[in-house]
């Protein structure tokens, strides 16, 4: 059913990308990884309706979604420039049933993550935050340059934290000053292999453009990872 979501809160993550805060009467909750559909209806009634990855684990009836802006996008400029606290839109869900991660999954949780792609994974992170597990996770960011990164100080801050999520940057096009390692595209180094956590049940969720998400995946069973183990989420062009 689609509920009514009014904007209450929003932070800029990047130049292009903006998280939107909104509370939604009746919402059912959500695990990290699923989506939401947003629609919106103009004044001589054309409606368009896109999903983005909600990007915080259930709060009541607060969700999260963090929107990049498409410049000549259908959707996105007017959900990250043209919304104002207390307008309101339509949103549907949550959606998703397999790119998931719940707090009592054993295991531990190995995110792979390609820019915009970060959003649904940071949902499981801050998921894990909130249920105080101890399941080993390790993200690694892949990122084009130091500025896209989305939840920078937020991710640094949990890396520092014991017990906290191990982190790793990779850069693609440009490394920050004093990086070892050079700007590169994602390689079999980059990943940690089979049996970095405890009882080497590790679980893969790896999220970003098609292209990036079909050379991981090959790489993570390249490696050793059990490919059953590996799930996936992709995006590609979709007129934002």
């Known amino acids: 059913m689609w509920r009514t979501a009014t904007l209450v809160a929003t932070r ?33 009634g054309y409606q368009a309706t896109r999903s983005y990855s909600l990007a915080a684990p259930a709060d009541n009836d607060r969700v999260e979604v963090t929107i990049q802006r498409v410049a000549d996008g259908e959707v996105s400029p007017y959900l990250t ?19 998931v991660w719940r707090p009592g999954d054993p295991g531990g949780v190995l995110l792979v993550a390609g820019g915009s792609g970060i959003v649904p994974l940071m949902a499981m992170i801050r998921a894990r935050r909130a249920a105080g597990s101890a399941a080993p996770f390790r993200l690694v960011y892949s990122v084009r340059t130091p500025e896209e990164r989305y939840y920078a100080a937020e991710l640094d801050q949990l890396a520092d934290e014991v017990g906290g999520p191990e982190l790793a940057y990779v850069y693609t096009r440009t490394a920050p000053a004093g990086a070892t390692r050079p700007a590169a595209r994602i390689g079999a180094a980059d990943l940690p292999p089979p049996g970095w956590s405890p009882d080497s049940e590790e679980t893969c969720f790896v999220c970003g453009p098609t292209g990036f998400v079909e050379a991981v995946s090959a790489l993570l069973v390249s490696l050793g990872y059990d490919p059953r183990r590996i799930k996936t989420e992709r995006f590609g062009p979709s007129g934002q």
């Open 81 to 99: 420039d043209g919304l104002s606290l207390g307008d309101a839109v339509e949103v549907r869900g949550p959606a998703g049933g397999w790119f």
């Open 12 to 44: 800029d993550e990047t130049p292009d990308a903006r998280t939107l805060v909104m509370e939604v009467p009746g919402w059912p909750g959500h695990l990290g990884g699923q989506h939401v559909d947003v629609r919106l209806t103009a004044d001589n």
